[in-house]
């Protein structure tokens, strides 16, 4: 099956601790991207990257990191500078332009804080 | 910095009724616009999308208006069922630039 894969479905945080979070898609997407949900706010850009070894900060960059050191993975880590780590994260791929361009989500990895 | 505002938040529709969610945007360089119906403990799917050479696009009981001199578009839900009880979320995007925008969604509730 094609897709985007998220892991782990939860994860939690101690303070003061770094977690990665992982993405992996088999759609052989050039984009990728990861959004931060809380309720009410929708879905926020934290990071994307357009091709293998390139990232862009998006809307709420601080306090995360990522690499994509393949054109498969996408992982991010949620370092101890963010304060505010409780939230719904989604990896997603983008399809190439045109009439069929579309976002492909994974199923998303809750993270919470201990 | 909201490029894209989503009116309601939530949505109380009974079975069989129309469902309307509205969306207005800014930024006039946008001209790609998606929904998607995210359902609980998932992830987002592309439900229906529009670009502003034309007003409607339909596709089943799901339709986008869009209106471009207003700045503003919308979905409609004919016939809701309680298998659309989901979360919406509209979206924008420019040809060539990679960053999609998404509103705040709005969480549909349809009772029989």
């Known amino acids: 099956d094609g897709g985007i894969t998220q892991s782990p479905k939860y994860l939690f945080r101690k303070e003061g601790q770094n977690v990665t979070l992982s993405c992996e898609q088999n759609?052989?997407?050039?984009?990728m991207y990861w959004y931060r949900q809380d309720p009410g706010q929708g879905l926020r850009l934290i990071y994307y990257?357009?091709?293998?070894?390139?990232?862009q900060k998006g809307d709420i960059a601080e306090g995360y990191s990522v690499s994509r050191e393949k054109k498969e993975s996408f992982p991010l880590t949620v370092t101890s500078a963010q304060k505010n780590p409780t939230a719904f994260y989604l990896c997603?791929?983008?399809?190439?332009?045109?009439?069929?361009?579309?976002?492909?989500f994974g199923s998303g990895t809750q993270l919470s804080v201990l | 910095q909201q490029q894209v505002k989503q009116s309601p938040q939530s949505l109380i529709v009974q079975k069989g009724g129309i469902s309307i969610i509205n969306c207005a945007y800014e930024n006039t360089a946008f001209d790609y616009f998606p929904w998607y119906q995210q359902f609980p403990g998932k992830g987002p799917a592309l439900l229906i999308a529009?670009?502003?050479?034309?007003s409607e696009k339909k596709e089943g009981r799901f339709t986008i208006s869009f209106n471009k001199s207003a700045k503003q578009f919308s979905l409609h839900i004919m016939d809701s069922q309680p298998g659309d009880s989901a979360t919406y979320f509209c979206a924008a995007s420019t040809a060539g630039y990679q960053k999609v925008t998404f509103g705040t969604g709005t969480k549909l509730q349809v009772i029989p």
């Open positions: 759609l052989n997407h050039d984009a």
């Open positions: 529009i670009r502003p050479d034309v």
């Open positions: 997603a791929s983008r399809s190439p332009g045109g009439s069929n361009e579309k976002l492909f």
């Open positions: 990257s357009q091709i293998v070894n390139d990232f």
